[in-house]
């Protein structure tokens, strides 16, 4: 580490912990196209209106692909109301919510350009920057060849690649929770949603364990969760335990600042994970905190960020 690196971290050295929360899938992908428009409406204005009365930043990843089709306005006026609130940033997830590591270098750049049509618009309206892009299911590339390309070609577009640190599967807890509600079993339902902020607050503390390990020092994490309904209900418990355990909310500007996000990812394949993991190059140690992960007590539901 060089001299200008210890001073930058120890400028940035924290007295509290701080998080970004981040929000995939916006406004609609989560949900299937059958539920009625009024449905994730209101969870989406729900979502909002938690994050403003708890004056807590938020930035979202968008699939445009969900604001076509019918009342398509309605659907544009849904992310307009996200984004003129001044709490919150938006940034493009790729138009349909495709797979880069089974996508070709040339598709996927469509799924850029095509993916941030409507939001740059929207953004440009309210005088705010479009700058993040996030991999949807942070596949960043099935090779280096390809990993490379198209980082380059998001770097000419100005774009930086989000990376997240925390994630705690829930578009899991969210499926079993939205099935539970459309059978009407209210009381499973609110013990998943309570079981999800459990769960969180647990893989919240490994992380903040294996960021010690790591770089002796807390660093300014990254949350990744989805626009749901499970998070329209629960956010605020969430919001509360997390307050509780000492975090402050900040944006992902503020966040990205934090020197760690200058460390290189040294991981090209098919998973998802966390990029604390991506930026340790020694496989043995990065097996060795990958095994740490807290288990979900049920295991349910496939894979969907
Ligand atoms: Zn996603």
Redesign the pocket.
């Known amino acids: 580490m060089s001299l200008c690196m210890v001073a930058a971290v120890h400028a940035f050295a924290q007295s509290k912990k701080q998080v970004a929360i981040t929000i995939?899938?916006v406004p609609f992908?989560q949900w299937s196209d059958a539920t009625p428009l009024q449905v994730k409406k209101a969870a989406n204005e729900k979502l909002l209106q938690v994050f403003t009365a708890g004056k807590v930043p938020v930035t979202l990843?968008i699939?445009e692909i969900t604001l076509q089709g019918t009342e398509e306005k309605a659907r544009i006026d849904v992310l307009a109301k996200w984004l003129e609130n001044p709490l919150v940033t938006a940034g493009n997830?790729g138009y349909q919510?495709a797979n880069f590591n089974t996508t070709s270098v040339d598709d996927f750049q469509q799924e850029v350009v095509k993916g941030e049509v409507i939001t740059r618009q929207l953004l440009s309206r309210f005088k705010k920057p479009l700058k993040y892009f996030?991999f949807?299911?942070n596949a960043t590339g099935k090779d280096s060849v390809s990993r490379f390309a198209l980082e380059a070609f998001l770097k000419s577009k100005g774009y930086i690649s989000t990376p997240f640190t925390i994630e705690s599967q829930d578009y899991s807890f969210a499926s079993r929770y939205q099935s539970e509600l459309d059978k009407g079993a209210t009381q499973a339902a609110e013990q998943t949603g309570r079981d999800y902020v459990a769960y969180t607050l647990k893989t919240f503390a490994y992380f903040e364990k294996v960021t010690q390990e790591q770089y002796g020092r807390p660093i300014a994490q990254i949350y990744l969760c989805?626009d749901n309904q499970l998070n329209a209900d629960y956010m605020p418990l969430l919001l509360a335990e997390l307050t509780k355990a000492g975090y402050d909310f900040k944006s992902l500007d503020e966040v990205m600042r934090d020197p760690v996000y200058q460390s290189t990812s040294c991981y090209t394949g098919p998973y998802g994970f966390s990029w604390l993991y991506r930026w340790e190059k020694d496989l043995k140690r990065r097996r060795e905190m990958m095994m740490g992960q807290p288990e979900m007590d049920t295991p349910i539901e496939p894979k969907k960020?």
């Open positions: 995939d899938d992908t990843f699939n997830h919510h996030r949807p299911y989805h960020n």
